[in-house]
Each structure stands twice: as structure tokens, then as C-alpha cells.
């Protein structure tokens, strides 16, 4: 999390703690990793879901109603809130019985001091370590609680709560002994427990997304403004903020559910456009013309149902995934000079449509990039998707910025 947005939770805690609020941080593990974890007693929950709001936070889903998600696109990033209301609810999915409620807050501090004590965050270290996949990114902060003093008997009796072996796990932590070295055992009830770990929640998940299912949206532009590259930088950057990214390649230059590319062989084009190598032999890219009135008006067809096709594999898995990115979509076919414009508007609106984000640069600035191309070839793009009016974001693709403009974008879509 960057220094602003450290500031902002802060700024936030501070206006709970001013509000009567009673609230504690789990751990605060939040400032390295944007994720905040924090327990609101439940006669506190209105007035502080009225302060996220006026920070600029919103509520996403409304299941399970005793462990919240609040969201906000906030200085370039994507902020989770995760609100466990009435206490601790003992991991993803409210709990079910794992361990019950633990640790509601009974009065209100101040915000540096809203956090729970080294023991109880220590318990839930544990407990989150011995239970949860990749272990190992809860090591450091184990190894800054151990530093701090640790009240035996209070650990061993929280311990009790799910471990068989508490008196030996407060051994090894009070001697510092390394989170690998210590043997966690689970209670008979918590390992029937866990075994059913986030599978309610999970169920009803895919209910809501059925209903909310997860936007598509398609990243389009001319050649060389970079789309390939926002692909993959917005997916880092949404699934370094705890979101489910699907990436699916989908130009129309190999078709991927018709057998069709092997019948391209049998025509002739009637202009050859192309640009040669820097020693003037061989052709780098070359752009084909046909001006078959004939094949120009059936060639958005064998399109339109070679993306229609994908369409009905692409979409069923937004109830899956938080977010389908697309690197390209049907209306590339507008840069054509091959396909009659007319037919393909219509087509376009008989297509199930994504969102559409537009990247667009300056044609020296492509040339540069992408020096296959001819200047003309690339101004006919930049022009061609220029007219159009289906996007709902178009961003110029000239500094880093331009994928913080389509991840703020995105947030607002999840």
C-alpha cells in the first residue's frame, strides 16, 4: 500500500474512533499489503459503514452479512476493507462454526491503539498459518509480534480454541522458535471444520455472480498502442488487489473456433500493400486488399459467427472470475479494409457486447514502436476506431498512468 493510502486508513481510523465507533485492526499487516482486516462490534456497524461511504468506500455483495467487503480506487489503488462484524469470524466465509465470534470490541479507543493485543493477533496468525495456503507470507509478521513481550497463560488459553497442543505451541512461540518449526495440531472439530472451509461461501458466490455476474470488457485500439501490454499490466495489477482476472486473446486474424483460416489460401488479393525490411529486400508486413464486392459483405458474417462462438465460451465465465479482460474484440473488424462497414454496424449490435476501452497514441509514436507498419496503414487505424462511438473509456497509452485510468475504471465495474 503506498504512503497516501497508509494515510487514508489511518484518516479513517481516527474518524471511527472520533465517532464512538468500537473497532480493532487484526493485525497490521494491511499497510505492505492493501488489504485491511478489521473487527466492528455490531451496535458500531452503521456508523462506521457511514464513514467508509463518506471516504468514498462501497459495499460489494451483501452475503455473508457478518463479514463485509468494502472497496474504493484510491491513489492509483485498489483498497479492500474486510469488516468482521460482531467479532472475529475465524476466517473466509464468516466462520461456520470454525471458531465462532471472537473478540468484539466492548469499548472505543484511539485509532493508534485500535489493534488487538500481541496475543490475540498472534492467535490468529496461527490460526491462519496452520489453515490457509501459501503459509509463508504470514512469517514476517509473526516474526515482529515475537519480538514483543507475549503473556504465556493468555496465549495458551486462546490456543485451547482450536489447537490440541496449545501448552507447546506457547512454548515455541515465547522462545521465538521460527513459524515453520512449530507443530500446529487442529482439534478434531476444526479439522472436520476446515474441511468444508469457504464451500458455503463459495456456493453462494457463484449464486450472486450468476445474477451480478463479472464484467467483460475489451481492451481495442490500432496495432502498436499497446493492448497486449494493458492486458497484462491491469491483471497484475487487479490480482495484486485480491481480484479474479481471466485474460482471453481474441483477434480476428486466426480464427479459433471455425475452420476457416485454410480457405484464406484460395484468394487472391487485388493490392498488395507492404513495407520492406531496413535493407530494402524482403517485405516486413504486408496488408491485403480485396475489393470483391462478393467476398467484402460475406466476410463480417464468417466473422460475426466466428465471434459470436466466443462469446457464448467467454461469457458463461464471469460467473467464475471477478473480471474477463479481452485483448481485442469484434470491432477490430472496423479497421479492416476487407469488410463493408454497413454490415458490420449491424452486426455489431446483434453481438453480445463488452465494455469496450479504446487505447489510442500518436501515429509517430506508433511508427516508432511497430516500424512494420506503414505511416498510412497505421493512420487508417487510428482514424478507423477513432469514429466509432462504443467505447466507455478511451486512454492514451503514453506512461503508466493509462493503466491506473482503466484499473480505477474497472473498480467501479466489480
Not at 509480534?145 to 507475549?150: A, I, Q, R, W, Y
Not at 485480491?242 to 473456433?257: A, E
Not at 520492406?276 to 516486413?284: A, E, L, M, P, R
Amino acid at each position: 500500500m503506498n504512503a497516501k493510502n497508509v494515510e487514508k486508513i489511518q484518516s479513517i481510523a481516527s474518524a471511527c474512533s472520533r465517532a464512538a465507533v468500537k473497532y480493532r485492526f487484526i493485525d497490521m499487516r494491511w499497510k505492505q499489503r492493501g488489504d485491511v482486516d478489521i473487527i466492528v462490534a455490531h451496535d458500531s456497524i452503521q456508523r462506521f459503514e457511514q464513514i467508509l461511504d463518506m471516504h468514498g468506500f462501497t459495499r460489494k455483495g451483501l452475503w455473508p452479512p457478518q463479514s463485509r467487503t468494502y472497496k474504493a480506487f484510491l491513489n492509483d489503488e485498489l483498497l479492500s476493507i474486510g469488516a468482521h462484524v460482531g467479532g472475529y469470524c475465524g476466517g473466509f466465509g464468516g466462520g461456520l462454526g470454525r471458531l465462532g465470534k471472537l473478540f468484539e470490541p466492548r469499548t472505543v479507543m484511539p485509532a493508534e491503539k485500535a489493534c488487538l493485543p500481541i496475543e490475540e493477533q498472534l492467535f490468529v496468525l496461527l490460526y491462519k498459518y496452520a489453515s490457509r495456503a501459501e503459509p509463508q507470507k504470514y512469517e514476517a509478521a509473526y516474526h515482529e509480534l515475537v519480538c514483543k513481550p507475549v503473556a504465556r497463560d493468555v496465549l495458551v488459553r486462546l490456543c485451547r480454541l482450536a489447537f490440541r497442543n496449545p501448552a507447546g505451541i506457547a512454548a515455541d512461540v515465547i522462545a521465538k522458535k521460527p513459524l515453520p518449526q512449530i507443530t500446529l495440531r487442529f482439534t478434531l472439530f476444526q479439522t472436520i471444520a476446515l474441511s468444508f472451509r469457504g464451500k458455503p461461501n463459495k456456493i453462494a458466490r457463484r449464486a450472486y455472480r450468476v445474477f451480478w455476474p463479472g464484467p467483460v470488457i475489451a481492451i481495442v485500439g490500432c496495432n502498436g498502442t499497446g493492448k497486449s501490454t494493458m492486458v497484462k499490466l491491469l491483471k497484475e495489477k487487479l490480482e495484486a488487489e485480491n481480484l479474479d482476472v481471466l485474460t482471453v486473446y481474441s483477434g480476428r486474424i486466426y480464427f479459433q473456433m471455425l475452420p476457416i483460416n485454410w480457405l484464406l489460401r484460395f484468394f487472391t488479393p487485388d493490392t498488395i500493400e507492404s513495407k520492406k525490411s531496413t535493407d530494402g529486400q524482403t517485405n516486413v508486413r504486408e496488408v491485403r486488399i480485396f475489393h470483391s464486392p462478393i467476398l467484402n459483405v460475406i466476410a463480417p458474417f464468417a466473422y460475426y459467427l466466428e465471434y459470436f462462438l466466443r462469446m457464448v465460451k467467454i461469457y458463461p465465465k464471469r460467473v467464475f472470475h471477478d473480471v474477463v479482460l479481452m485483448d481485442r474484440s469484434f470491432i477490430d473488424v472496423f479497421s479492416s479494409p476487407n469488410l463493408n462497414k454497413k454490415v458490420c454496424i449491424v452486426l455489431f449490435h446483434l453481438m453480445p457486447q463488452p465494455k469496450h476501452v479504446l487505447l489510442v497514441n500518436d501515429a509517430a509514436v506508433i511508427a516508432q514502436r511497430r516500424p512494420e507498419f506503414m505511416m498510412k496503414h497505421i493512420q487508417q487505424q487510428l482514424d478507423a476506431y477513432d469514429a466509432l462511438p462504443y467505447y466507455v473509456l478511451r486512454v492514451k497509452t503514453d506512461s503508466f498512468e493509462a493503466v491506473n485510468a482503466v484499473a480505477k475504471k474497472v473498480a467501479e465495474w466489480v
